[in-house]
């Protein structure tokens, strides 16, 4: 098996991720993924109005099960206004080490496309401010992830959400670079908002220490009727369950 040096890894972990716009849908919820957070980070929610007229927009949070959790928030931006929503995980849990998955939810008002709010999230620990997580405008039937590496202390995880008002049934787990299972599986059939993980603990694959292992986290619709799934996949510590890396469902 082909393995890379630790620093290889590292590096590619500290290179910024931009925040990608989403660009809110008329009369439904923008399609941002979940996003894990400790009772130590801080999940925003950024809204911006285009230069095409007025945005109004409810902001707020919901967990796994569809249910609002935290703060919300009804807004109305003038063209080029911007605004934003925190949802602090020690609302969630005071739990240290405990990550809890949350669906930032953007709700434009008006009914007439195109709506001008351009939406986005992030992810805040200490300062400064790092942006990891984005949304995305469409999102693929079956989004293609390209394998990542882990290593002891740092685990995968691959999230799904069934977009409203559809469900999503399918089947999330992970391959080795051989394309052979490792890890377990999980068949999901979600109601629309609901959203279920799997995940893949880094002393899984790899054996000793500063070994580098890559995995595709792979997601499969089981089902021939209409469904919506959003999925996301998230690096995270061993050590303090704090999210290193994410990458949302844009179309490869």
């Known amino acids: 098996m082909h393995r890379k040096p630790l620093f290889t890894i590292l590096a590619v972990l500290m290179i910024p991720v931009l925040p990608a716009l989403c660009r809110a849908q008329s009369g439904g919820q923008t399609n941002l993924a979940m996003i894990g957070i400790t009772n130590v980070q801080v999940l925003q929610i950024n809204l911006t109005a285009d230069s095409t007229g007025t945005c109004a927009a409810k902001l707020g949070f919901q967990n796994s099960e569809g249910v609002a959790v935290g703060p919300t928030s009804s807004v109305t931006l003038a063209a080029g206004q911007s605004t934003s929503l925190e949802l602090k995980g020690s609302v969630l849990t005071k739990v240290p080490k405990q990550r809890v998955e949350v669906l930032p939810v953007v709700t434009p008002s008006t009914n007439f496309p195109p709506t001008p709010c351009h939406a986005s999230a992030e992810i805040i620990e200490g300062t400064p401010a790092a942006t990891i997580a984005g949304g995305v405008v469409s999102f693929p039937p079956v989004p293609i992830f390209a394998a990542v590496g882990i290593t002891e202390s740092i685990n995968l995880r691959l999230n799904v959400v069934a977009y409203p008002p559809n469900p999503c049934i399918g089947e999330l787990s992970f391959a080795d670079e051989?394309?052979?299972?490792?890890?377990?599986?999980?068949?999901?059939?979600?109601?629309?908002?609901?959203?279920?993980?799997?995940?893949?603990?880094?002393?899984?694959?790899?054996?000793?220490?500063?070994?580098?292992?890559?995995?595709?986290?792979?997601?499969?619709?089981?089902?021939?009727?209409k469904t919506a799934c959003v999925v996301s996949v998230e690096l995270y510590s061993a050590a303090n369950a704090a999210t290193i890396a994410y990458w949302p469902p844009n179309p490869v």
């Open 178 to 225: 051989n394309g052979k299972p490792v890890g377990g599986t999980l068949n999901v059939n979600l109601s629309a908002g609901q959203a279920a993980f799997l995940d893949l603990p880094g002393t899984t694959v790899a054996n000793k220490s500063g070994e580098i292992v890559l995995v595709q986290p792979i997601f499969m619709i089981t089902t021939t009727m």
